[in-house]
């Protein structure tokens, strides 16, 4: 992806978070993301229904970086059955660690393409991610 | 000042971090090879010369931090790991013993994460009762809301001389003299006076202190705990083994070592402490006097010209120390700090180990630059050229 495009999709999704909201209803399944280094800590709220995301929502303190991911995450995931979301996911992972991932399915995700070049913000992209595959874990153990 | 003393400020960096820990002048650095290249033997083994030197060499950096402080007695000097090893010892050493239910222990909600964690551990153990100070509107400490809430249930006040995030220096002298004439312990965290005020334990009256080396140009892994004399045959060590103890043979026939060295148990960190005394040496060369001076005219000088600043929202403007808190107004404070590292600034994003410090500020997260001797004006107009225009921060932040 074009770099200053890149840029100007992160700006965006930082400025105008998607789902950005605190919920309240027990049918979400909450989990909290935090990275040890630095002071991002969000608290993400997944809905599950039918084997499909439904939903996604967010909130906490965090920087642009680890907002903006978030949010193009969300955008990406809802919608997904759980196993292409775990490729969308796993694919993301690959792409902010320097291994061979699809460009094809990760859209706006690409915007990230560069971030493995700051180690010390590769961590705030993921953020989301840690805190995703923590709920769909959640969510499997308790289907089990 | 004394820039040339310090390597490190050879590199294209603005250091504004010396809140989290100063830099090292070059004769601590060569302090501390020279112990390990010329005679890096153990501590209280004087049997032969390089070991004696090694006893010689410590224990002058006792004799040097009872001067630096004032205290009456090197024996009130005890060496510990750093300020939080010393707040924990005078915590579970003196204070689990002396605290009973229902006891009030007082401390601001803007004190650093270790004068509150090692008290909350205790009330809990204890039954004692924790209180906060209400501060005023600057966020400060005043001697008559400390008033308001002391009852005959208080048994000891702790906290900082300066604060970490706020920057407020406390009237510590009038709040010990109070304390004293109502039986209430005064513990002082010295973390971020020490180094840059001068502090006088005898003239304050205070009856504990608890600070690093680290961020007085010192080593790592070094603090101080002080106490009143009297008080320290009252504190139980919290380490046992070698170094401390006299002789033992049974769990009944323990006898310990007498005060300090009861409570330096193993090879304390003999560089660390050897360097720690260059360091005051460095210090008491330039005054503490003139370092205080020296950043509280340069904090005006950024104060002034953060405060010209729209999009700057200072949270400490009032603050008697080098410490100035502040965001920038819709973007994350950790941005800001990448933004400015890109720079060579090193500034510090967070809540800075002060996690009640929001229900003050309102914030969670803030930018902290906290000063030393060796930051300069120029410095300053660099960090502030950088913070002037949003639009760039927002385009160089990611």
């Known amino acids: 992806m074009d770099k200053e495009l890149g840029r100007e999709i992160i700006l965006e999704h930082f400025s105008h978070p998607l789902n950005k909201e605190e919920v309240n209803d027990s049918k979400y399944l909450k989990v909290n993301s935090n990275n040890p280094n630095c002071i991002d800590n969000l608290n993400i709220y997944l809905l599950i229904e039918d084997n499909i995301i439904k939903d996604i929502k967010f909130m906490g303190e965090a920087c642009a970086i680890s907002t ?63 805190g995703i595959l923590k709920a769909l874990e959640e969510y499997e153990k308790k289907s089990d | 000042m004394h820039r040339e003393d310090f390597p490190l400020l050879k590199q294209d960096l603005i250091y504004l971090d010396n809140g989290a820990t100063s830099l090292k002048p070059q004769s601590v650095i060569d302090k501390t090879i020279d112990y390990y290249e010329n005679y890096s033997a153990n501590a209280h083994r004087g049997d032969y010369d390089i070991s004696y030197k090694v006893d010689l060499e410590y224990e002058n950096t006792r004799d040097l931090v009872k001067d630096f402080i004032n ?16 707040l924990n010892l005078i915590v579970n050493g003196f204070f689990k013993n002396y605290l009973e239910k229902g006891d009030e222990i007082i401390l601001t909600k803007t004190e650093h994460a270790s004068n509150i964690m090692p008290w909350f551990r205790i009330a809990g153990l204890t039954g004692a009762i924790i209180k906060y100070i209400p501060l005023d509107d600057n966020h400060f400490v005043t001697l008559e809301n400390l008033q308001k809430i002391v009852t005959p249930n208080t048994k000891v006040i702790s906290l900082a001389e300066i604060t970490n995030v706020v920057g407020d220096k406390r009237p510590i002298k009038e709040i010990t003299k109070f304390a004293h004439e109502h039986d209430i312990f005064v513990v002082v965290d010295g973390a971020q006076s020490v180094p840059h005020i001068k502090v006088d334990v005898s003239d304050s009256d205070i009856d504990f202190l608890a600070f690093s080396a680290h961020k007085m140009l010192g080593p790592t892994g070094v603090g101080i705990m002080y106490a009143k004399y009297e008080l320290m045959q009252n504190i139980e060590p919290v380490n046992l083994g070698g170094g401390m103890n006299e002789s033992f043979e049974s769990p009944s026939k323990m006898v310990l070592k007498e005060v300090p060295m009861r409570f330096e148990a193993g090879t304390p960190n ?59 107004e819709g973007i994350f404070s950790e941005d800001v700090a990448y933004y400015l590292n890109k720079y060579g600034i090193c500034v510090r994003a967070g809540s800075h180990c002060a996690k009640l410090t929001k229900d003050v500020l309102g ?16 410095e300053i107009d660099n960090l502030v050229d950088l913070l002037k225009d949003k639009d760039k921060i927002l385009k160089e932040m990611l």
């Open chain 2, 363 to 378: 914030v969670v997260n803030s930018i902290r630059v906290s000063l030393y001797f060796y930051n300069t004006e120029a």
């Open chain 1, 68 to 130: 903006s991911s978030t949010s193009i995450m969300i955008k990406n995931l809802i919608g997904k059955k759980i196993e292409d979301a775990k490729e969308y996911i796993n694919n993301f992972n690959h792409m902010c660690n320097e291994e061979e991932y699809d460009e094809d399915i990760l859209n706006e995700g690409l915007a990230f393409q560069d971030i493995y070049k700051q180690s010390n913000r590769k961590n705030c992209a993921l953020l989301p991610y840690k």
């Open chain 2, 270 to 328: 003999i560089a660390g402490v050897i360097a720690l005394g260059e360091a005051i040496k460095y210090l008491n060369k330039i005054g503490m006097d003139n370092i205080f001076k020296y950043e509280k005219d340069l904090r005006k000088y950024l104060i002034e010209k953060l405060i010209n600043i729209p999009h700057i929202d200072i949270l400490n403007l009032e603050a008697d120390s080098g410490i100035v808190a502040f965001n920038v």
């Open chain 2, 71 to 86: 205290a009456k007695r090197k024996e009130e000097i005890v060496f510990t790991s750093g300020t939080t090893d010393s």
